[in-house]
């Protein structure tokens, strides 16, 4: 028998072929996954407020007494108005509905009926337009809302939940013992999924959201313990002298006291010869995390060892080749760019010098990690912007090399406790400091009706000798006036920047192009460049000083931080103009923090706070699991209590081999698989 669990979704009733496609598209191919759909948020029917409370405020409850019948109003082509007015003893309340002929005869006079809705006041009266309405003797409770996509509504999610779960058995089996369960205080899995759809009151809906935001972390920091256990693996890579010294003397600068600490942690690592190094190095945009990753390098190849770097664009592995070129000029140290793009011939020959130890520093994309590169004896491998690849694949890499030390840098910065669980198997080392000289980047929010003072002060920076950045979300025109980076170049290269060399780069464009456009812009021939995001990560033009953002609100807050950054590299004073006719609510907070900050650590918590962890890493990216409902930082009790669970659990049973942790061990596993196995680019 097919258990509940796996049953096709076709086969619950009232779903026919076609529903069943759409069910499948929004992820619940089975019933199992139907239940793992939760609702977005509920609908409070249980208590009603006054007509007076409920103006202004979200959708509400409301008892109201029918004091006339619907009838229409205003028939006016298609579009048909019908009218009813109600009472709560205290105000009466205009209740519209629009073209839905199935009203008429719908309540009578007299009748009591609740509605729910948004109530409003038009020309001094309180009104409310197509609420939904329900029987007073209904015994009505919280109802789920659930997030919405065309052709599946709400309330069609709503029944099939419903008869999925008249279909389970009377107690769902659970992955905990009652002995777990009464330790850390959760209600059971039966209970949680059954008051997460359907709760009978608002208390039982906190503590199946409990179990659940529960579940996602304990199971989560599981598994990133289990691949701890797999990276952290014993080495025989050993730094044995320590060339920092010499390191710093090739460079222009003065390290940030924040850089040395980073390369101290590292190097401490690399000298222990017992455990591979498995670090995380966080630091704002423009925090030089580029020259730990250098250091460290020039360190792992003195000592005879070879040491890749991957990106996650071509146009930033082309950079930071350029950058160790020049910074090892002359030092016989041999660096290779492996990239996607580059011949076959040409390619085959770069994996010669791999394989044969020629080449010491591989500066790549993921290609660097496809399987027929073979390296000769790789010892450190560096993962740039890891924020845009996987956390999960620790695994190709240690086949590599004799388990190599691994540090991945990241300008996503996140809070130590939520970093703790993303990246629980990695040490973290921190850049909390910025190059001296650095400015605040001033920030501004306009509407598009005044692009043209925008241009005409970008213009005054460009013949100061500046350069500068607009991005545009899209390259194609679309239905929307998104503006469109080819269009919009055309426009304003023979327009208002005609006196100007304009550059043009997006994704679509073929790597040699983009390579082009890039080290013209680098080395000044270009002053102004319109880009997509292609950009968006560790583009270094220190020149640059002004970033135009077009269709700002497109952009998450994180994203705009990422953008803002690629302006302010040097000692020059910056800008970045935001550019947006969008007032909602959700973006006019993201300009506010943008404007009022340039710290990306405050901005990245704002954005958890924004979005939640899930939409904010991309959780398809990141594979973290399931993290569908938990806002960590607003439940941070249950954060602490996961966390005190696993330590226990470890303590207890290591491995998990314990019969208590049976299924728990097995859900890991299936996590564990499905993740690695489907994740397009290879990280640590
Ligand atoms: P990110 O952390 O965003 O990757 P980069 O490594 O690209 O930052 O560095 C940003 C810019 O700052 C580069 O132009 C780099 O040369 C410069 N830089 C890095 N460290 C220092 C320093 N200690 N002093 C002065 N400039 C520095
Ligand atoms: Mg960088």
Not at 49 to 71: D, F, H, N, Q, T
Request: proline share 3%; hydrophobic share 35%.
């Amino acid at each position: 028998m097919v258990s509940l669990t796996n049953m096709d979704i076709q086969y619950l009733k009232g779903i026919g072929p076609k529903s069943a496609e759409l069910f499948r598209r929004i992820g619940a191919p089975t019933v199992g996954a139907l239940l793992r759909i939760y609702p977005r948020m509920y609908e409070d029917w249980s208590k009603q407020i006054k007509i007076r409370e409920a103006c202004g405020e979200l959708s509400k409850c409301i008892k109201v007494k029918i004091l006339y019948p619907v009838r229409l109003i205003l028939s006016k082509g298609s579009m048909k108005m019908y009218k009813s007015v109600a009472t709560d003893g205290e105000n009466n309340i205009d209740i519209i509905f629009f073209n839905n002929k199935y009203v008429i005869g719908g309540f009578l006079p007299g009748e009591e009926v609740l509605i729910f809705g948004n109530v409003t006041i038009n020309s001094g009266r309180y009104e409310i337009t197509n609420p939904k309405i329900k029987g007073i003797n209904e015994n009505l409770k919280l109802r789920p809302i659930y997030g919405q996509t065309k052709g599946l509504q709400s309330w069609k999610i709503e029944s099939a939940v419903k008869n999925a779960l008249e279909l389970l058995p009377s107690k769902f089996p659970d992955m905990y013992s009652n002995d777990f369960l009464n330790n850390y205080d959760l209600c059971s899995l039966d209970f949680a999924i059954r008051n997460i759809h359907f709760p009978s009151g608002e208390n039982e809906l906190k503590e199946a959201r409990k179990r659940l935001i529960f579940d996602e972390l304990y199971l989560w920091q599981l598994s990133v313990n289990m691949l701890k256990g797999m990276s952290r693996q014993s080495t025989y890579i050993k730094i044995e002298k320590d060339y920092t010294k010499d390191f710093y003397f090739l460079l222009p600068f003065e390290p940030t006291n924040a850089q040395k600490t980073a390369i101290m942690e590292c190097n401490e690592d690399m000298k222990s010869g017992k455990f591979s190094m498995s670090r995380l190095l966080q630091g704002d945009v423009g925090s030089g995390k580029t020259v730990v990753a250098a250091a460290i390098a020039y360190n792992a190849v003195k000592n005879g060892y070879q040491v890749a770097i991957m990106a996650p664009t071509e146009i930033l592995a082309t950079q930071h080749y350029e950058t160790f070129n020049k910074l090892f000029l002359g030092l016989g140290i041999n660096i290779e760019l492996l990239t996607g793009s580059i011949r076959a011939k040409a390619r085959r020959e770069a994996m010669g010098r791999i394989k044969t130890g020629e080449a010491s520093v591989i500066v790549g994309t993921h290609v660097l990690f496809s399987e027929c590169t073979q390296f000769y004896n790789l010892g450190l491998v560096i993962t740039d912007e890891q924020h845009r690849f996987g956390v999960n694949q620790r695994t190709n890499l240690a086949q590599k090399g004799n388990n190599p030390h691994v540090l991945v840098m990241s300008a996503t910065p996140i809070p130590r406790t939520l970093a703790l669980i993303i990246y629980g198997d990695l040490d973290i080392s921190v850049l909390n400091e910025l190059p001296p000289g650095r400015q605040k980047i001033d920030t501004f929010c306009v509407e598009r009706d005044k692009r043209k003072r925008v241009y005409n002060f970008t213009k005054k920076l460009l013949d100061e000798g500046r350069q500068a950045y607009v991005v545009c979300p899209s390259i194609e025109e679309n239905e929307t006036d998104m503006v469109a980076v080819e269009s919009y170049a055309k426009e304003l290269s023979s327009g208002e920047f005609s006196e100007y060399n304009v550059g043009i780069l997006h994704g679509k464009m073929k790597a040699k192009e983009k390579e082009e456009v890039m080290k013209n812009f680098l080395e000044g021939k270009l002053q102004l460049l319109i880009s997509t995001t292609v950009i968006e990560v560790g583009v270094d033009v220190p020149n640059a000083a002004v970033m135009i953002i077009e269709n700002a609100e497109r952009f998450g807050l994180s994203q705009l931080h990422q953008l803002r950054g690629r302006v302010g590299r040097g000692k020059e004073k910056s800008y970045c103009i935001m550019i947006s006719d969008n007032k909602g609510e959700d973006s006019q907070k993201r300009f506010k923090a943008m404007i009022n900050s340039n710290d990306g650590f405050y901005l990245a918590n704002e954005d958890l706070k924004f979005r939640g962890p899930g939409e904010f890493f991309g959780s398809k990216q990141h594979g973290i699991p399931n993290v569908k409902m938990s806002n960590m930082l607003k439940d941070m009790e249950i954060v602490k209590l996961s966390q005190i669970a696993v330590k226990e659990t470890i303590e207890k049973s290591p491995d998990l081999s314990g019969d208590e942790f049976k299924i728990v061990k097995k859900q890991i596993q299936k996590l564990l698989e499905t993740k690695i196995g489907k994740q397009i680019y290879i990280t640590v």
